[in-house]
């Protein structure tokens, strides 16, 4: 049974950091693509970043998130610096199979942001 548990989210002020993570089990996880999405209350799920070859950003993150992969520990990071409170949201993981369409989705981790 395949599974992603996010972690690391919590309540921080403006301007402060986080650090999440996603931690796969039940599958090879060099195997899949990486990503990190974020649903704000009342906003429809957003992609932020991706991670497989090379790493890809959304325009909102681009130099404040940097995401990274230890695949012999099937570990997922997201560092999330200079926050603000348009960054609260809930936070996921979702591996995609490179060979094809399979994903998998985790729980999410909530993120808030405010002072």
């Known amino acids: 049974q395949v599974q992603l548990v996010e972690s690391g989210g919590g309540l921080v002020q403006p301007g402060g950091s986080l650090r999440l993570s996603c931690v796969g089990s039940?599958?090879?996880?060099?195997?899949?693509?990486m990503s990190w999405y974020r649903q704000a209350p009342g906003k429809e799920r957003e992609w932020i970043s991706t991670?497989?070859?090379?790493?890809s950003y959304a325009d909102s993150v681009e130099g404040r998130f940097t995401t990274s992969r230890d695949d012999a520990k099937n570990t997922l990071i997201l560092q999330m610096n200079n926050l603000n409170s348009e960054d609260t949201a809930v936070y996921y993981c979702?591996?995609?199979?490179?060979?094809?369409?399979?994903?998998?989705w985790g729980q999410g981790t909530r993120v808030t942001v405010s002072s």
């Open positions: 039940g599958l090879t996880f060099a195997a899949y693509s």
């Open positions: 979702k591996a995609r199979i490179r060979s094809g369409q399979l994903e998998y």
């Open positions: 991670i497989n070859i090379g790493t």
